[in-house]
């Protein structure tokens, strides 16, 4: 028997469900700090940017690393979606991938990994977390 492959007919909007950038929040903290927040399932991740460039850290902190000002970064709406079947059973779930900016767009301090499931009416949060870069020696 041939397998089939599943074609994904999706609309994903920025205003509901699992990775509504209103359900992620970003705010620089004290310390080399970004603290991301995500409502949908009170969950903190915390990323560390004591490793980036100082000219880049001397912008946002002072010499004790306490932040200058306060700053808010963001959560970028879902900017790639891809069927995944993790098991090799079948069964496909979907892995969305959200960019977290710092202090501007281009300022890219991490990125949201979403695995959705399907619940028989909706695709829904199943896990999620996040992915940091990292930092070249020298």
């Given at each position: 028997m041939e397998r089939q492959t599943p074609?994904?007919?999706?609309?994903?909007?920025?205003?509901?469900?699992?990775?509504?950038?209103?359900?992620?929040?970003?705010?620089?903290?004290?310390?080399?700090?970004?603290e991301v927040f995500s409502k949908r399932?009170?969950?903190?991740?915390?990323?560390?940017?004591?490793?980036?460039?100082?000219?880049?850290?001397?912008?946002?902190?002072?010499?004790?690393?306490?932040?200058?000002?306060?700053?808010?970064?963001?959560?970028?709406?879902?900017?790639?979606?891809?069927?995944?079947?993790?098991?090799?059973?079948?069964?496909?779930?979907?892995?969305?991938?959200?960019?977290?900016?710092?202090?501007?767009?281009?300022?890219?301090?991490?990125?949201?990994?979403?695995?959705?499931?399907?619940?028989?009416?909706?695709?829904?949060?199943?896990?999620?977390?996040?992915?940091?870069?990292?930092?070249?020696?020298?």
């Amino acid at each position: 028997m041939e397998r089939q492959t599943p074609i994904f007919i999706l609309l994903l909007t920025t205003n509901h469900g699992c990775c509504s950038t209103r359900m992620n929040l970003t705010k620089h903290k004290d310390n080399y700090k970004v603290e991301v927040f995500s409502k949908r399932n009170n969950a903190r991740y915390l990323i560390d940017l004591s490793l980036r460039d100082p000219e880049y850290l001397t912008g946002i902190y002072d010499t004790n690393g306490k932040l200058k000002e306060p700053i808010s970064g963001w959560v970028d709406p879902i900017s790639g979606i891809y069927p995944v079947d993790f098991g090799f059973d079948g069964v496909f779930y979907l892995l969305a991938y959200q960019q977290i900016a710092g202090t501007f767009h281009a300022d890219t301090v991490g990125t949201m990994q979403n695995r959705l499931k399907w619940n028989g009416y909706m695709f829904v949060l199943d896990y999620q977390d996040l992915a940091i870069y990292g930092a070249n020696d020298g």
